[in-house]
């Protein structure tokens, strides 16, 4: 009988950037910007909404929920790769492995479907104006978040835990910036099929439902909008749409690059993880969270005169 040698693994190590010194202190400050960027950004949006009574909407409410998962969603990774970047400390716990991975997966699936929610929100309130307040009360779009949290974590701990059960014989180098599910099941030397096809299912339950629901929403939307006798009213439902279909191209063109294909890098045989991809990662974990405040502050008047007026009563209150 065949035996193989197994090892324990109990910390892995996370490659980043370790074969460009260079680049590291470079990534370092544009990091670190943004980061500061996403937690301030991010944070004014959710204080405007709690406070301003115009942002006491559902919309508003989707959108407090967004900011602060992105907060949270950053925060599991982008702390952590600062601190590699400076002490070369890249070794992270099993336990620590897990945990990144769980909350980042966790909050990318919660993302996913807080998205379609607010497309549904969108659809209701342009296409059926009068029923809006019935159909979308607080019970309502308080359940459809609650319910968008739970499923995302439900989702997480089924993936996490298929992952790191599996055994790991030595091999403990991550070519990633964090935990990243994929690179970690490249390092595992035993089947992989039953994790591969929850996340196949689970691709498409929080990444094709979502944005069938967002497809559909936005075509019954923008029938009723070109139907509008009213040039005013035309370009305001326009408005309030466009800054949620800005986040939601970026983030689903980013995330569909990173999880549609599971195998992929497998299947090109090499244990390097392509620059392109470490870029793109990059760019969905820092770039779109920290655009999000933004694109909804520069597209939404609402939320502009909302800012305005929590910055305008600083002043007054000393």
């Known amino acids: 009988m065949e035996r193989i040698n197994k090892t324990l693994v109990t910390e892995f190590l996370l490659l980043g950037l370790s074969g460009y010194p260079r680049l590291e202190i470079i990534f370092f400050i544009l990091i670190l910007v943004m980061y500061l960027v996403i937690l301030f950004g991010n944070s004014v949006l959710i204080i405007a909404t709690i406070f301003d009574s115009h942002l ?115 091999n403990n180098v991550i070519n990633h910036f964090t935990c990243e599910i994929l690179a970690v099941l490249k390092l595992a030397c035993a089947d992989i099929s039953l994790s591969v096809i929850t996340m196949v299912v689970s691709n498409m339950v929080f990444l094709v439902l979502p944005l069938l629901v967002i497809f559909f929403s936005y075509l019954f939307i923008l029938y009723t909008i070109l139907r509008m006798n009213s040039a005013k009213g035309r370009h305001k439902a326009f408005s309030t749409c466009s800054a949620h279909l800005t986040v939601v191209i970026i983030f689903y063109g980013t995330i569909f690059f990173m999880y549609a294909k599971p195998k992929s890098q497998d299947l090109l045989g090499a244990d390097k993880l392509q620059a392109t991809d470490k870029l793109i990662s990059m760019f969905y974990g820092v770039v779109t969270p920290m655009l999000n405040p933004i694109i909804y502050s520069l597209r939404n008047k609402d939320v502009k005169a909302a800012l305005r007026n929590l910055l305008s009563q600083k002043p007054s209150s000393q």
Not at 108 to 120: D, I, N, R
């Open 56 to 170: 006491h909407s559902p919309m508003y409410f989707f959108l407090s929920n967004l900011s602060f998962l992105d907060i949270c969603y950053t925060t599991t990774s982008i702390p952590s790769t600062l601190v590699s970047f400076l002490s070369k400390k890249r070794n992270i716990s099993f336990t620590g492995c897990a945990i990144q991975m769980f909350l980042g997966f966790a909050m990318g699936s919660t993302e996913c479907l807080l998205l379609g929610m607010m497309a549904f929100d969108r659809y209701v309130a342009i296409c059926n104006p009068l029923r809006y307040p019935i159909i979308m009360n607080k019970i309502v779009y308080m359940l459809m978040a609650s319910v968008s949290w739970l499923s995302g974590g439900i989702n997480s701990v089924v993936q996490t835990v298929l992952a790191m059960q599996l055994p790991f014989c030595g």
